[in-house]
């Protein structure tokens, strides 16, 4: 039985009708380019997380880049590339173990990202260990809420360094509520997915959303007049149009993932394996187990066709690119612990009960 990581053309087959119906209306409407589609998503998506503002851009990186160019986080510097090191004393204090576009976002602003370890009991940052890391070079704290499971920021606000929280994983209610902002991918493969990239920043900050909605337009406002250096970062209507079809149905999708992981629980009980962080809130964006000769288990399952995914394979302060930061082996221990352990198995809303128990059954089978 072949299981699939993710089914998105099964998704797409449930909702056809309304999306094909969405993607015409953006093409007889001859407005390829920002326009009502766009408006309307950023007030539908505002609602849904319950900020003031949204500012839909072109991807996730788009989003963590936008917004750290709006907090001005390393301001007027710039990283001349491996062995010129930085031109500037600002730090961004952000986790070890995410996906690249987190630590890069910081460097391309000219910042050094200063990595955290993981928590004990999850895949977020230990928040003592972000707190820790902050010094008065600090600019921004960029915690990721990390495979769907939110992390509660209340300690790192307080400490009154803007926050920007990384929720590419995690779209859930209350995100960039009490902090600077929150930024989001639409990746095809997230819960709430576009047909390509997309992204968007969420805040309450007038004046930030303001400066976003400048940014994203090459810094222009009003046109051809530029106040800032900004970029291309608008979001195509298409996909916005795409999204509105898509998010009424995000809670619902995310009530499966759900299921499915206290499915996963109950199946694999017993197993020398270690389980998500089983929370209320958690959505699963990934299953992520933590396995004895991970390496082996993924080729085992491949050869049942069922398909896995190692997230991530190198901790962040490792990655060649940051070799010049002087990190070592050891210096945040459980990010490459998870980095030698974690397998996300599938677990999107598509998922038929046979195909989980299969992939259960297979691990158990491994494991005997």
């Keep these: 039985m072949r299981v699939p990581l993710l089914d998105l053309c099964g998704q797409y087959q449930k909702l056809k009708t309304p999306i094909d119906a969405a993607v015409a209306r953006v093409l007889a409407s001859g407005r390829y380019v920002m326009g009502p589609e766009l408006q309307s998503f950023e007030q539908e998506l ?11 851009v072109a991807s996730g990186t788009d989003a963590l880049l936008s917004a750290a160019m709006a907090l001005e986080i390393g301001l007027g510097t710039s990283y001349k590339g491996p062995g010129h090191g930085f031109d500037t004393e600002g730090e961004v204090v952000t ?11 910081a460097v391309r602003l000219g910042a050094r990202p200063v990595f955290a370890d993981l928590a004990e009991d999850s895949f977020n940052a230990d928040i003592d260990d972000l707190l820790n890391k902050c010094s008065s070079k600090t600019r921004a704290i960029l915690p990721v809420h990390t495979f769907g499971r939110r992390l509660d920021v209340a300690r790192l606000v307080a400490t009154g360094i803007p926050v920007i929280e990384d ?3 995690t779209l859930v209610p209350g995100i960039g509520s009490t902090t600077a902002c929150a930024t989001l991918s639409f990746f095809p493969t997230k819960n709430l997915g576009a047909v390509g990239d997309a992204g968007a ?7 930030l959303y303001e400066k976003l909605q400048t940014l994203r337009q090459h810094g222009s406002k009003p046109k051809y007049i530029h106040h800032l250096w900004g ?9 916005a149009a795409i999204l509105r079809v898509k998010l009424p149905h995000l809670d ?28 209320p809130e958690h959505v699963y964006h990934h299953f992520v187990i ?7 288990l993924k080729a085992f399952l491949a050869a049942r ?12 302060h490792l990655q060649p690119c940051f070799a010049q930061l002087g990190y070592k082996a050891g210096d945040c221990p459980r990010a490459e612990a998870a980095a030698n352990e974690a397998l996300a198995l599938p677990v999107h809303a598509e998922l038929t009960s046979e195909q989980l128990e299969f992939v259960a059954e297979s691990i158990r089978a491994f494991y005997k």
């Design 290 to 296: 933590r396995a004895p000769r991970r390496d082996a």
């Design 231 to 239: 970029g291309n970062f608008r979001m195509d209507p298409i996909q």
């Design 95 to 105: 986790t070890a173990y995410s996906f690249f576009a987190t630590p890069e976002t």
């Design 252 to 279: 619902a999708w995310q009530a499966e993932r759900r299921n499915n992981a206290a499915r996963y629980r109950q199946a694999l009980a017993g197993l020398p394996l270690r389980l998500p962080e089983d929370h």
């Design 46 to 56: 505002a609602a849904y997380v319950g900020t003031k503002h949204a500012v839909a």
């Design 167 to 169: 929720a590419a994983q």
């Design 201 to 207: 920043v969420v805040t309450s900050d007038s004046a």
């Design 305 to 316: 066709e069922i398909e896995t995914e190692v997230y991530y394979p190198l901790a962040l």
